[in-house]
């Protein structure tokens, strides 16, 4: 019994891991730029969520707004910034980045935007089903993240291998001379790759504000380094490995929490898992040599 | 009208100049750009095809000005390139590499980004440009597992997906065994005959002459002769810039 609720447990932090990694993945993919403000975005898309919620009510409504925000939001991030560090060393950008994650949670905490409060966001779990079996139990809170989760991933998948857009962000990320050369608009590909991207990290952010009953302006501090080991551990801008990556980390975070009790703080696990990595296979799981 | 016409390009890198007054035009031909290594033959290209802006000079196709337009807008206007160093989407297959060139309007407008590409109609187009390239056996290979005469080809496809009025192919001979030069040649000549216009940069002479009807001949970014190929080979300025005499 516990193994089976462990395990159910360890999926859905997955899921809300995977969200995060899948739009850093993505932005990696096309422009090689460790976009570390990501996590910024993930904290705007809960704050836009939990006030959107507080003024209609309504789930679904208060997760399309954040996610068209957090989109719109991450198109102006590449527009005012990465936009002008296209040709530069792949570390100009990086830098660039952190300083925009400082300085947007930094802003965040100001008593205009979000202040130093937490703030509850009880949406529950959007009046979703409880799903009790023998062996394990998933709170409606659980199936919502869970539902959410695999139906936009179904959703960036078909975009990613069936469309013309999915086609030209390949073209894009292998060599984005050539993918001008065949008349592929790079500005607009890039900028649509980070509405999709950032939509997706708002939608996370929404949810795991539901899920703690909590949204607060450094909520994005541990998801960013998470979704950066998740990224590496995958093998640098492989989809497939961001989402193994992500379950297996989520599973050995929750199993040794389990096992072993708190012997290790649980969000230092990651980063043990990052450095065993780089140690025995620096190019990820699914990262070519 | 010339379909393309080039007028007074001048082009500095920094403090070099990569180009010097550069005037030449292209007919319904296969033309020949050749010169010694730094003669600014790929600058020129990377200008007519909108990679670079030229510092001074017009590029004129069709009878419109399009120097300063990007290249993913010089495509739709129907100018395809290849470059020097083949550059195939690597892991992508030859087919979808093929795919990804067709259907120029699809990039333009936002309801063709979300249209699937692997149509019935896009993928019979595909067959026809690796029938017409001789690539049907490589189409679902990786295209960076291929060698490089066969990578050499899936650019050309690629760019004739796109289906250009002008073809700018850049050295689509080096690397090439003598078997797989011959059939370049005859690809190209077969393109030319179906009404695409070709400008081609060589570095193999005797490629480049029995290909081209007319030849340019760039040295240290200045154009120093044009003409038939026979008048070209007995051009004294060309032979000393090859041989490096004065």
Same mark, same amino acid.
């Given at each position: 019994m516990d193994f089976a609720q462990n395990l159910s447990n360890a999926i859905i932090l997955g899921c809300t891991y995977l969200l995060m990694a899948a739009g850093l993945t993505m932005v990696y993919g096309v422009?090689?730029?460790?976009?570390?403000?990501h996590a910024s975005v993930y904290t705007i898309g809960a704050f836009v969520g939990v006030l959107v919620y507080s003024w209609v009510g309504n789930f679904w409504l208060s997760l399309l707004i954040a996610m068209i925000f957090s989109g719109v939001f991450g198109i102006l991030i590449y527009r005012f910034s990465y936009y002008y560090l296209l040709?530069?060393?792949?570390t100009v950008p990086l830098i660039a980045s952190i300083g925009l994650f400082v300085m947007l949670t930094d802003l965040l905490q100001k008593p205009f935007l979000m202040g130093p409060y937490q703030r509850a966001f009880?949406?529950?779990?959007?009046g979703l089903p409880r799903i009790d079996t023998p062996w394990f139990s998933i709170t409606s809170k659980q199936l919502l993240i869970f539902s959410v989760t695999i139906v936009l991933m179904v959703l960036v998948y078909l975009l990613l291998t069936r469309t013309r857009i999915g086609l030209g962000w390949q073209a894009a990320s292998l060599d984005r001379e050539m993918a001008a050369a065949v008349g592929i608009n790079l500005n607009r590909i890039i900028a649509l790759n980070f509405f999709i991207g950032s939509a997706l990290a708002g939608a996370a952010g929404v949810l795991v504000g539901i899920y703690n009953n909590s949204v607060f302006a450094t909520m994005g501090d541990l998801p960013s380094y998470k979704a950066f080991i998740i990224i590496v551990l995958g093998g640098m801008g492989s989809l497939p490995g961001a989402i193994l990556a992500s379950l297996l980390l989520a599973i050995v975070e929750n199993f040794l929490v389990a096992s072993i009790g708190y012997v290790l703080p649980r969000d230092s696990i990651a980063f043990l898992v990052l450095i065993l990595m780089l140690m025995f296979r620096p190019h990820g799981l699914l990262g070519q040599e | 009208m010339p379909i393309l016409e080039v007028e007074r390009v001048s082009h500095w890198f920094g403090g070099l100049q990569?180009?010097?007054d550069v005037s030449l035009y292209a007919d319904r031909e296969i033309l020949g750009l050749i010169g010694p290594n730094g003669a600014g033959k790929t600058t020129l290209f990377n200008i007519i095809s909108g990679f670079l802006t030229p510092t001074h000079g017009k590029v004129i196709y069709l009878g419109k000005?399009?120097?300063?337009? @990007?290249p993913h807008q010089i495509v739709r206007l129907g100018i395809a390139r290849t470059f020097q160093i083949v550059k195939p989407? &690597? +892991?992508?297959?030859v087919e979808e590499n093929v795919l990804a060139g067709i259907g120029m309007p699809y990039y333009a407008q936002f309801r063709g980004l979300v249209a699937?590409?692997?149509t019935t109609a896009n993928v019979h187009t595909a067959s026809h440009l690796l029938e017409l390239t001789d690539l049907q056996n490589y189409r +679902? &290979?990786? &295209? +960076?597992?291929?060698p490089i005469g066969i990578q050499r080809r899936v650019e050309i496809a690629r760019a004739l997906a796109i289906k250009p009025k002008l073809l700018l192919l850049d050295? @689509?001979? &080096?690397?090439?065994v003598a078997k797989e030069t011959l059939e370049l040649a005859n690809l190209i000549k077969n393109l030319h005959q179906q009404g695409i216009n070709i400008i081609l940069i060589e570095h193999n002479m005797r490629f480049a002459m029995s290909l081209c009807q007319r030849i340019v001949v760039l040295a240290q970014g200045e154009i120093i002769a044009q003409g038939q190929p026979i008048e070209i080979q007995a051009n004294e300025k060309v032979i000393n810039a090859y041989l490096g005499q004065e």
């Open positions: 422009l090689k730029v460790l976009h570390i403000a040709d530069v060393p792949r009880p949406a529950g779990g959007a | 990569a180009l010097k000005p399009v120097q300063h337009l @990007p989407f &690597a +892991n992508l297959t699937p590409y692997r +679902n &290979a990786p &295209a +960076n597992r291929l050295e @689509p001979a &080096a690397g090439l």
